[in-house]
C-alpha cells in the first residue's frame, strides 16, 4: 500500500554519481528486458506466429460468437458460484460464530476440510459421481464449496475485528443475537473486508477455467476448440489463441481488482477509518 | 477404501505421490528464487525493473492456472522449445506462484520499521546490501503466516498438471477410474494424500515460524 513510501527508503535520493549508476543501470536492464522481448517476438515470429492467415479466423463471426459464447460460460459459473459461495460462507460465518458449541465445531470442521480439498479433485468427484451429464453444475459446486469456505474464513475475520463496544451497544439496547449479528456486526465487517471478498472473486473468476478439464466449454475450452479446428498454412492458431484467451482473462481479473482498490479507496476516506488487515 | 492395496495399485499410486512431491517442491523453489528477485526488482530505484516486476506479477496473477498450463502445453512446443510435460508444468507452476511470492514479500518489506532501512543506509549500506542483509531477512520473517498459506496452495494447484500428461497423483485418479474401481473410494485416496502434503508443508511452516518468529 505504502510501496511509494517504502521505495525511497531502501536508498537514499540519488547524488550525481549515483544517479549516473543508476541510469546505466536503467540502460543495461532495458536493453535486457528488450532483448527478452525480441526474443520473444523472433521466435513466434520465425514460428509464423504472426502470419495474417493465424489471426485471420478471428475475424469470422463464427469463431467471435464461439468466444462469446464461451464467455457467457464462464460468466455464468462465475455469477452462480459467486452468489451460491457468498451464501455459503454468510451461513458458515455464522454458524462459526454461533453460541452453541455444536453449531461451532460443525461449521469449523466444514471450513477446514473444504479450504484443504484441492479444489480440482473436488470438481472431478462431483464431475465423476453426481453430475456426469452437467459439467456446469459440478463445477459450480465445486467453486462454491471451496470458496464458501475461504469467504466464511474472511467474514469471520471481518466480524471479530468489529470493535467489541458495537456489539456490546446494540445488546444494551436490547437487541437479540440474529438482530446484533446482522444488522450491526455483518454490515460493517462485509464494509470492511469488501476488498478481501472482492480478491477471493477474482480467485474464483480464475479457477472457472478448471471447467475446461471436464470439458465444460467455457472460454478455454472454447480457445482450444477454435485452435484445433482451425487448420492455416503455419499449423494450428495455439499461440494466437492464448493470447486472445489470456487477454480477456487478465482484463476481467483486472477490472475487478480495480473495483476492490477503489472500494478500499472509498472506505478508506471519511469516518470509517478502521481497516482490518487482508487474511 | 481397500483398492489401495489391491493389485499393484500401490507402487502406481506410490509413483505418483512422489512425483507430485518432487513438482511441488521444485516449482516452490523456482518460485522462491523468482518471487524474491521479482520482489528486488519491485522497490529497485530504476524504473524499468520496476515496471518489468509490475507488469509480471499483474499478468501472471491473473491469469488462469489452467491457461497458464494451456500456453506452456500446447504454445511453447510450437516455438520449438520441446521439453518434458514435467518441466513444462515446473515452468508453468513456478512462474504463476512466483507472482504471489513477490506480493507477500513485498507487503512484508512494508512492514520492517523504517528505522532499519535508514540505519543500514546511514552506515554506507547500498541498495542491494540494505536489502538484502537488513530488510529482506526481516520482511521474510514477518510474512511466514501469508506465504505458508501460498506454498499450501502449491501442492493442490499442482493436481492441474495431471491434467497436462505430467504422471502425478492426480492423473493415477485416470487411470484407476479406466480399472473400473469405485469413484469414491479413489477420490477418498486421492484427497488424503494431497491433505497429507499440504498438513507436511503446515507442519513446516509452523516450525519455522516458532524458531524465526520477531518479537516486535
Partial sequence: MSSALTSTVLYDTPGPRARARYRAFGVLSLLGIAALLWYAYDSLAGAGQFAAAMWDPFQYTAIQQRILDGLQSTLTAFGLAAVLSLALGSLLAAGQLSDHRPVRAVAKAIVQFFRAMPLLIMIFAFYHSVFATSPLW????????????????????GVNAVPRGQGEAAYALGMRKTQVLFTILVPQAVRSMLPTIIGQLV?????????????????????????SNTSTPNGYPYIPVTIVIGVIYIGMCLALTALAKWLEARGRRGANRRTTAAA | ????????????????????????????????????????????????????????????????????????????????VHFSSFVFAVIALGSYTASFVCEVLRSGINTVPLGQAEAARSLGMNFGQTLGLIVL????????????????????NSAVAGAFSVSELFSVQGTLTERGYNILSIFFWLAAAYLLVSAVV??????????????R
Fill in chain 2, 1 to 80: 477404501m481397500g483398492i489401495l492395496f489391491e493389485d499393484g495399485n500401490f507402487a502406481l499410486f506410490r509413483a505418483g505421490f512422489l512425483q507430485t512431491v518432487e513438482l511441488s517442491a521444485l516449482s516452490a523453489l523456482l518460485a522462491l528464487l523468482l518471487g524474491t528477485l521479482l520482489a528486488a526488482f519491485r522497490v529497485s530505484p530504476v524504473p524499468a525493473l520496476r515496471v518489468f516486476g509490475t507488469v509480471w506479477v499483474n499478468v501472471f496473477r491473473n491469469t488462469p492456472l489452467t491457461l497458464l498450463f494451456f500456453a506452456v502445453a500446447f504454445g511453447l512446443p510450437r516455438l520449438d
Fill in chain 2, 137 to 156: 531477512p526481516q520482511a521474510a520473517r514477518s510474512v511466514l503466516g501469508p506465504m505458508s498459506s501460498v506454498f499450501i496452495a502449491l501442492p493442490r
Fill in chain 1, 138 to 157: 459440478a463445477l459450480v459446486t465445486g467453486l462454491t464449496l471451496y470458496n464458501g469456505a475461504v469467504q466464511a474464513e474472511i467474514i469471520r475475520s
Fill in chain 2, 202 to 215: 503446515a507442519v513446516i511452516f509452523r516450525l519455522l515460524e516458532t524458531r524465526l518468529a520477531v518479537a
Fill in chain 1, 203 to 227: 480467485v474464483t473468476l480464475k479457477d472457472t477455467s478448471l471447467g475446461f478439464l471436464i470439458t465444460y466449454t467455457e472460454l478455454l475450452y472454447a480457445g482450444k476448440l477454435i485452435a
